[in-house]
């Protein structure tokens, strides 16, 4: 498991790194001299032969890949809410849901005189992303927790917790991330984008039954009476290529749960229960590859291992592994440069379901827990901009790396060659995924592959 999920570890060495790379950042304005596996001799016209420099660039350092199943990653208190299922060809199911506290937005509720419920409508407010076909149909279901959650824990994507076995709301719907929701054709009132689904009256009833009493009386007693929801997707009859996973902004004050209702006083009021930054919240996902080619891949019986395949939502990454780049320190009069690991989607994998618009590229320790690459705090610490490092989808369908300084720390010993793994960027909130070409695909041009930028003296 890896425990920090995308939060890594913060590489203590970063300045000693850079200074031992410092004396080669000259030579960087050489790289546009390519010669591939063959020298190619520059100023030989104006510099003594025994001044002569070199630069070359080789794509044959051996490169190893392989697809492995993802155990856990931290899932709480994430920027977005995940809602939805899609069936993949490749991936099969992939289903995303979550648990979240509710939240009094004021102390010492009272409803006034003989309150009598109207409704109670769950609202869950959409980011305006999705990743898959809006057109699918998904049936909500929403549960009340029974098992507290507390906003001081860490939860995973594993994580579960106890509910009423009885939805307390369900509906079969679409996701229209884009379209206003009209409250009153009259008056053109409308809200912002998101679902509303009607709840079970005697859940509302529930709350308004404590008018005035000690439950109602502070979020620490309404959380321990009200334990929170779970919301999730019910959809076992989708087909092949179907389906949606739904981006959803609950804390921006759209989401959670509108109290309609009146009192001896007043009719038609609306006491507001919301979700916010101050409720803890968990994505919870689920994988089911059973029969599909990342079964096979993840259990080591593939017919072959051409391709590599990544999942969001703590589903499926790619170790990357470089076992002879220590070789590269065997010759003294040679500076390594510049290095680029270079990977390549695989042709038409993403017509159904597109490929994420970037990737991360992560080291491992010798624990196996994921850390921050040095070239990847040097992209953002010192030039203020992570394409620097690389990540970002090209207009090519390849995705790119810079790894020299981490390749150079490997060379002088500072590091082990533990490795590397290569995982879709924004793991907790994205539902994407994709397939790339590996170092042993058929197709020589597309092959996962090093560039190693090199000097001779």
Same mark, same amino acid.
């Given at each position: ?23 080669f ?6 790289t546009?001299?390519y ?25 044959t ?96 994507s594993?994580?579960?917790?106890q ?25 053109a ?72 209702y ?18 803890a ?80 590229? $992560?080291? #491992? &320790? %010798? ?5 921050? /690459?040095? =070239? *990847?705090?040097?992209?953002?610490? $010192?030039? #203020? &901009? %992570? ?5 970002? /989808?090209? =207009? *090519? ?32 909130i ?25 000097t001779?003296?």
């Amino acid at each position: 498991m890896n425990p920090h999920g995308p939060n890594f570890k913060v590489i203590s060495v970063l300045r000693k790194a850079f200074s031992f790379s410092a004396k080669f950042l000259f030579l960087l304005f050489l790289t546009g001299f390519y010669a591939c596996n063959k020298p190619t001799p520059i100023g030989l016209e104006v510099q003594p032969s025994q001044d002569q420099i070199g630069v070359y660039v080789s794509d044959t350092s051996t490169v190893m890949a392989y697809t492995f199943r993802n155990d856990s990653l931290r899932s709480d208190e994430t920027s977005l809410a995940l809602l939805g299922s899609y069936v993949d060809p490749e991936f099969g199911k992939a289903e995303a849901s979550f648990y979240t506290q509710l939240r009094l937005p004021t102390a010492n509720v009272d409803f006034g005189t003989n309150p009598v419920l109207d409704s109670v409508i769950f609202t869950l407010g959409y980011k305006g992303t999705y990743y898959g076909d809006t057109n699918a149909v998904q049936t909500v279901e929403i549960y009340e927790m029974t098992e507290a959650m507390h906003l001081d824990s860490n939860y995973y994507s594993n994580s579960t917790f106890q509910t009423d076995p009885t939805p307390i709301g369900t509906a079969t719907l679409k996701f229209t991330p884009n379209t206003v929701v009209v409250l009153d054709t009259d008056t053109a009132d409308t809200l912002a984008p998101h679902i509303r689904i009607a709840l079970d009256p005697a859940f509302g009833q529930k709350i308004l039954a404590e008018s005035g009493g000690p439950n109602l009386a502070d979020n620490i007693a309404f959380q321990e009476f009200l334990k929170g929801l779970y919301v999730k997707v019910n959809n076992p009859s989708q087909s092949t290529g179907d389906g949606c996973i739904g981006y959803f902004n609950i804390i921006n004050g759209v989401s959670g749960i509108d109290l309609h209702y009146s009192n001896d006083d007043a009719d038609s009021l609306v006491y507001p229960i919301t979700i916010g930054s101050f409720a803890a919240r968990s994505n919870h996902f689920e994988h089911d590859y059973t029969g599909t080619i990342v079964e096979q891949h993840i259990n080591g019986t593939a017919p072959d291992t051409n391709l590599l395949y990544l999942s969001a939502m703590a589903g499926v990454s790619a170790k990357i592994e470089l076992p002879f780049i220590e070789n590269w320190a065997n010759n003294p009069k040679r500076s390594i440069n510049r290095v680029e690991l270079v990977m390549t989607l695989d042709n038409g994998s993403d017509v159904t379901f597109p490929a994420p618009l970037k990737v991360q590229l $992560v080291g #491992l &320790d %010798s624990a196996g827990a994921w850390t921050t /690459l040095v =070239d *990847d705090a040097y992209s953002s610490q $010192v030039y #203020l &901009d %992570s394409r620097y490092f690389g990540g970002p /989808l090209q =207009d *090519d369908n390849t995705y790119h790396f810079l790894i020299t300084l981490h390749t150079n720390r490997i060379l002088s010993g500072e590091i082990k060659n533990n490795g590397m793994v290569l995982v879709v960027s924004g793991n907790a909130i994205s539902g994407s995924r994709l397939i790339l070409n590996g170092p042993q695909s058929p197709l020589a041009g597309s092959r996962m592959k090093l560039k190693v930028t090199y000097t001779e003296f």
